[in-house]
């Protein structure tokens, strides 16, 4: 089955500093990557996300990124801000119905913005 | 707030009992999935109901089980508990099976004592 490796697992960053996450994953069959950020004691909610026939996705302060060949997507957050805080998780669907599309997740990086 | 409930947000239990999680989706989403989050861990895909059906397990143990009644809603049971199976749950639910965002439910705190 699909395999997602998440790096780094806590990331720490100064306040308006970049925060970049990357993910591996397994299965060549993966065409969806969705982003998910999990503040403390809430639920995961999608940030953003991409499919296999885009390279790259950006909305205003986040952008992700997207490399099939070497089975790698990558999260990039500029100008952080305090209530960036949180835990990211990254995730890959092989948009198989008879799979049920389940999302197989990263470990997950626990983010740290220092005002 | 994503539309997901989930009842009860906390449950204490003593090992070796069986409690019952629930999950209402989001008005008219037929798939729900759950996941365990273990301290510190990430979301672990258990199993995927779709209309009903059961569509897909992940590493779910066998003294778990869960199902989807006919007005959508999910349950999960967990029985003869131990104390590794303390964690969050969480459902998610999505309208169909494409690959469309998950909407995730607040979550049932589970501790086993």
Known sequence: GENVEQHPSTLSVQE??????????????????????????????????????????????????????AKHFSLHITETQPEDSAVYFCAASNGIKAAGNKLT??????????? | DSGVTQTPKHLITA??????????????????????????????????????EERAKGNILERFSAQQFPDLHSELNLSSLELGDSALYFCASKRGQMNTEAFFGQGTRLTVV
Do not use: M
């Open chain 2, 15 to 52: 090992t070796g009992q069986r409690v019952t999680l629930r999950c209402s989706p989001r008005s008219g989403d037929l798939s729900v999935y759950w996941y365990q989050q273990s301290l510190d861990q990430g979301l672990q895909f258990l199993i995927h109901y779709y209309n009903g």
């Open chain 1, 105 to 115: 997740f990263g470990g997950g990086t626990r983010v740290l913005v220092k005002p």
């Open chain 1, 16 to 69: 308006g500093d970049s925060a970049v996450i990357k993910c591996t994953y397994s299965d060549s069959a993966s065409n969806y990557f969705p982003w998910y950020k999990q503040e403390l004691g809430k639920r995961p909610q999608l940030i953003i996300d991409i499919r296999s026939n885009v390279g790259e996705k950006k909305d205003q302060r986040i952008a992700v990124t997207l490399n099939k060949t």
